[in-house]
């Protein structure tokens, strides 16, 4: 989704921006501007890739401030005028802007009743001109702002430049802004990732937080008046440069990383002497575990499909109720929140708006939320103050893969954690752990030889659309592998549990019909096949990901994918893995954009 750069210093601003830009561009976007300060400000913008945007740049721009901004487009289409930097009338000041103004249209309208002309269609732009009308009546950078925003509802993330001042204004509500300071200059990003390179010292804004940015200094104060109590947070989680490894995509670096992040995921968090697991950032103590009367677990998209498995896994496990939901959907159900439930916030980003409105509401209602999250120190994560960080690394692929398997890992984990606090004996936790230690080096078997992906991507290709179908835990899976279809490929897919299959999907198949059907050895099995063979009956042509040595469901398939064995409960690890080589090999033969699907944002910070 959209995202912001600033730099405040002495060295020259326009490289750093571009450089911050592209940082920033895993998050998917549609157009792109920068502003420099020197004397004037001069502002350049274009739809498209940064690339575009750098292609319009002069060879050498003048100027040691600036602020930069990645758009994906809500109000208004995707076009030049609409990009951002947006300035005002006397071109004095510059602002930038992520989130949703609601307002925006009064607002617009009333500037247009005072004469403003304004030149986007967006939301933003009147930001910009209600800020020139403060400093004009003389008011300072930062009054001019704050008044600006106390006069709107909606979210922000936003950062304004002046001619006249050297400095920065920047406000967060709702939208992410991390401030970072370095020696003699001070920076501005969306995402802290697009920061590590120059600075550790970082300042997380909390909503109502507005700063003021100079090369030598940060001051917080909050929109309100006064003082925050945001501080400076140091971080040293450094995501490196991104990139590819010699991989040609992300996406399939990121598929290839897997075995290696579970390794991250699961080190010293395998409890062999107790049989159990170690999640030190988890505040639950034995008895509350005995005690909770159920689990929720709530996210988006990938992460939804995880806490599926995850709920799958806990009620099994633990005896206990669980249940997944979508965070959309949650916030406005008015939920009732128990106090003694346990639930978790499930995000990659850990600034998916959805899912954190569901945090801000369960904690609103008296409730205890953890996170299982990837980004350290992002909202969700800072929000919950508590949970499992899932050490995927970076993932800038806006297709998730390794944050989904860790996400998984994750949440077994826990599974295994509670169950064995309220279930079973050392012994069978012994045994889990026992095969979670394996599956890291079962990943990379797999990964060394995949089977017949192209195979696959024969069938898939030239679909009308593709059914995804399995059973238990792998019902989620054969989910995940839908979504991964589905937005990278643009062809139209349709997961169901296996046994729902013939009560509506069995309509859409026909003669040559694909259909991905997830197998692996569990007590699900023979049901699974009875409903691929229900498949086979109407034409279509069956992809089958099951258990290596499963001999007799692999001759019924059209095409046979197989897995190493490896204990049911742990299946999904292993399974959801050609389901993404499966999509990425199709996105690549259909001639898309496999890393930067279109419409789509990595991280997804408007609801
Ligand atoms: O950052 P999050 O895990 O909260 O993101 C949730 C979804 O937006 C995300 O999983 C999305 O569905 C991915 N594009 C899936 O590959």
Redesign the pocket.
């Known amino acids: 989704m959209c995202g912001i750069f600033g730099f405040i210093g002495n060295r020259s601003a326009a490289p750093l921006l571009v450089d911050g830009l592209r940082r920033l561009e895993y998050r998917g976007y549609d157009s792109s501007g920068i502003v420099v300060k020197n004397g004037s400000l001069q502002v350049h913008k274009k739809v498209g890739k940064v690339s575009e945007l750098s292609k319009i740049l002069p060879d050498h721009i003048e100027g040691n401030m600036g602020i930069a901004h990645t758009r994906w487009a809500t109000h208004g289409g995707v076009t030049d005028f609409n990009a951002h930097p947006h300035l005002s009338e006397d071109g004095n000041i510059a602002l930038v802007h992520n989130g949703i103004i609601d307002n925006a249209k009064g607002l617009r309208k009333r500037l247009q009743e005072r004469g403003f002309e304004l030149s986007s269609e967006t939301d933003s732009e009147a930001l910009v001109h209600m800020i020139s009308i403060g400093i004009e009546s003389g008011q300072s950078p930062l009054e001019s702002v704050r008044k600006t925003l106390t006069r709107i509802t909606g979210t922000w993330g936003l950062c304004v430049l002046f001619k006249e001042h050297d400095l920065i204004i920047c406000a967060r509500n709702g939208s992410p802004l991390i401030l970072g300071q370095g020696e003699g200059e001070s920076f501005v990003a969306s995402d802290p990732h697009a920061l590590t390179q120059h600075t550790q010292n970082f300042f997380f804004l909390e909503d109502g937080d507005m700063a003021i940015l100079t090369k030598d200094r940060i001051e917080i104060s909050r929109l309100e008046g006064g003082i925050s109590s945001t501080s400076m947070t140091v971080v040293e989680d450094e995501w490196g440069q991104a990139d590819m490894a010699g991989f040609p995509h992300f996406m399939l670096k990121e598929i290839h990383e897997q075995p290696e992040a579970l390794r991250r995921c699961i080190a010293g968090r395998l409890d062999m002497a107790n049989g159990s697991a170690k999640l030190g950032g988890l505040r639950l103590q034995p008895l509350r575990l005995r005690t909770v009367p159920h689990v929720r677990l709530i996210?988006?998209?990938?992460?939804?499909?995880a806490c599926n498995i995850g709920r799958l896994a806990i009620e099994s496990l633990a005896r206990i109720p669980a249940v997944a939901h979508v965070?959309s959907e949650f916030r406005y159900n008015d939920p009732v929140i128990n106090p003694n439930a346990i639930h978790f916030a499930?995000?990659?980003?850990?600034?998916?708006a959805?899912?954190l409105s569901a945090v801000k509401e369960i904690q609103l209602k008296g409730g205890d939320v953890h996170g299982i999250i990837?980004?350290v120190g992002s909202s969700?994560a800072r929000m919950c103050a508590q949970g499992v960080y899932i050490h995927s690394g970076p993932e800038q692929a806006?297709?998730?893969?390794k944050?989904?398997t860790n996400?998984v890992a994750s949440l077994l984990l826990f599974a295994i954690k509670i169950g064995r606090t309220r279930t079973f004996s050392r012994e069978k936790g012994q045994s889990i752990i026992k095969d979670f230690e394996k599956i890291p080096e079962l990943m990379e078997k797999y990964l060394s030889n995949p089977g017949p992906i192209d195979e696959a991507v024969e069938l898939v290709k030239n679909a009308k659309s593709v059914l995804f179908l399995g059973r238990g835990l792998s019902a989620p899976v054969a989910s995940e592998g839908a979504?991964?279809l589905m937005?990278i490929a643009y062809i139209p897919c349709l997961a169901y549990p296996a046994g729902e299959m013939k009560h509506g999907p069995i309509a859409l198949l026909e003669d040559g019909s694909p259909v991905v059907v997830i197998l692996p050895n569990d007590k699900h099995r023979q049901k699974t096949i009875a409903s691929m063979h229900e498949c086979r009956a109407r034409g279509a042509r069956i992809i089958l990901i099951h258990e290596e040595g499963d001999d007799e469901a692999a001759e019924e398939a059209d095409v046979s994918i197989p897995v190493p064995p490896c204990n049911y409960l742990l299946s999904p690890l292993l399974t959801v893995v050609p389901t993404q080589l499966i999509a990425y090999r199709v996105a690549l033969e259909l001639g898309c954009d496999v890393d930067r699907?279109r419409n789509?944002?990595?991280?997804?910070t408007v609801e």
């Open positions: 996210g988006c998209g990938t992460a939804l499909n965070a499930v995000s990659q980003s850990g600034e998916t959805d899912t990837n980004v969700i806006v297709a998730s893969t944050a989904f996400m979504l991964k937005e699907p789509l944002a990595k991280s997804v």
